[in-house]
């Protein structure tokens, strides 16, 4: 596995500096029920890393000091480290948005009979991966019987209210191309994905997002392996729009891995880019009375990734 990729330019992509923070974004641990091909994280059933109870404490503490607006969790299947429910319920007790990044087969798991409601009860927003709405797409890209169980899940999410406009239960699905090309338009692709679900299977969501796969990691690795990273990263070059600059999410984020350090963005944190360029990773400890507005972003050529086309963050589609 390539940790390090040889096009990760340090000098191309244009400097940028941080706004006000708003959205602390931590990866509670990398086991995962499931192992996608397209995974920045190389999450699975075999990892074990996960984040201790001293750092859950400290990722606390940091919400309260800093007036974080929203935790957004993810993995590997958050839902799997034993002090999810925990934070979750911290969080929201001190008025913190929470979004679970849920690949909605865990909801199908053995012990996860209660995860639904819970998530339900503390109105926790849910972006769940369906990189497609045809079976064979989606099995494809994630594994054998996934989209039947992501169906699923997606129907006993409904039936708790999540999906629908006159509830305050937010429910947003995710794309990811299948190979090295940009997202189609998130609004047409929307539609398409609301029409099909709803006429296929009754089911209904709240927006779609569409995510630009990343260079890095697992997906990176793939591209070499095909002789497809060169075109690849000239397509997400040449598509570099300036004005999607302003938007991206690491102006506003920060992004702390399953031991407490913390990053720019996850993608940053997957390629262990420390903050501020600097020799070693920051640690939460050390941020919790620290503004960092107006710092540097650590950037390398992936961030094209970002900026590319309609742009691409953790919230979808950066412009029309």
Not at 232 to 240: H, R
Not at 288 to 315: E, F, K, L, M, P
Request: charged content about 20%; hydrophobic content about 35%.
């Amino acid at each position: 596995m390539h940790d390090t990729l040889p096009h990760l330019n340090k000098m191309n992509f244009p400097a940028i500096k941080r706004g006000d923070l708003d959205t602390l974004q931590i990866n509670i641990g990398l086991k995962c029920n499931q192992q996608c091909v397209h995974c920045h994280v190389n999450s699975s059933p075999k990892r074990t890393e996960m984040m201790s109870v001293e750092t859950l404490s400290l990722v606390k503490s940091f919400l309260i000091k800093n007036n974080i607006q929203t935790l957004d969790i993810t993995g590997g299947a958050p839902e799997l480290h034993p002090g999810f429910k925990d934070l979750v319920s911290y969080a929201t007790e001190n008025n913190v948005h929470v979004i679970d990044r849920c690949n909605l087969t865990i909801l199908s798991e053995p012990g996860m009979g209660d995860l639904a409601q819970f998530l339900a009860k503390n109105e926790v927003e849910i972006v769940a991966s369906l990189p497609c709405y045809e079976e064979k797409n989606v099995d494809q890209q994630r594994g054998k019987g996934v989209f039947e169980k992501s169906i699923f899940g997606l129907k006993q999410l409904n039936s708790l209210g999540y999906g629908k406009a006159e509830t305050n239960l937010v429910l947003s699905l995710v794309y990811n191309p299948q190979g090295p090309v940009l997202p189609p338009a998130q609004d047409e692709l929307e539609k398409a994905y609301k029409k099909e679900l709803l006429q296929k299977y009754n089911i209904e969501f709240n927006q779609l997002f569409t995510i630009c796969n990343m260079p890095i990691k697992r997906f990176g690795s793939t591209l070499i392996s095909n002789n497809q990273l060169s075109d690849y990263m000239m397509l997400l070059k040449e598509s570099y729009r300036s004005k999607n600059l302003e938007n991206i999410m690491c102006r506003q984020l920060i992004s702390v891995d399953w031991q407490g350090n913390v990053y720019d963005c996850d993608f940053n944190q997957m390629l262990g880019l420390n903050m501020q360029e600097s020799d070693a990773p920051m640690h939460i400890a050390e941020l919790i009375n620290t503004n960092i507005n107006g710092h540097s972003i650590s950037v390398r050529d992936h961030c094209y990734g970002c900026t590319a086309g309609q742009g691409s963050s953790c919230s979808g589609a950066l412009a029309s």
